[in-house]
């Protein structure tokens, strides 16, 4: 069993930034590619980042490639999506997720999801 805790979600104008975070627990922790995905009402909900504990393989969605970096604290259990540059259309609830793979780009029914966090981004 893991347990995801997003957080630092919020209000931001067009340009600024904002830094997620998603808190795992759970003994098998390190057992599992983290991911972060987006969806907004009415649409699939799709890929943003994903990386590994090691940090050693990360991946981005095309359209966030350049102003969001994905990092993780192993010591924490924490990872981090730092978005810059935000643009309205980066607004959507934000999940973390937690699947038993090399690197987690696509869903899966296995997968553990947070809660999520909403980012709004003003024009």
């Known amino acids: 069993q893991v347990q995801l805790v997003e957080s630092g979600g919020g209000l931001v104008q067009a340009g600024g930034s904002l830094r997620l975070s998603c808190a795992a627990s759970?003994?098998?922790?390190?057992?599992?590619?983290m991911g972060w995905f987006r969806q907004v009402p009415g649409k699939e909900r799709e890929f943003v980042a994903a990386?590994?504990?090691?940090?050693?393989?990360?991946a981005y969605a095309t359209s966030v490639k350049g102003r969001f970096t994905i990092s993780s604290d192993n010591a924490k259990n924490t990872v981090y999506l730092q978005m810059n540059t935000l643009k309205p259309e980066d607004t959507a609830v934000y999940y973390c997720?937690?699947?038993?793979?090399?690197?987690?780009?696509?869903?899966?029914?296995?997968?553990?999801w947070g809660q999520g966090t909403q980012v709004s981004v003003s024009s």
């Open positions: 997720a937690a699947g038993r793979r090399s690197i987690v780009t696509a869903q899966s029914d296995d997968d553990y």
């Open positions: 759970g003994r098998t922790v390190s057992w599992y590619a």
């Open positions: 990386t590994t504990w090691s940090g050693g393989n990360t």
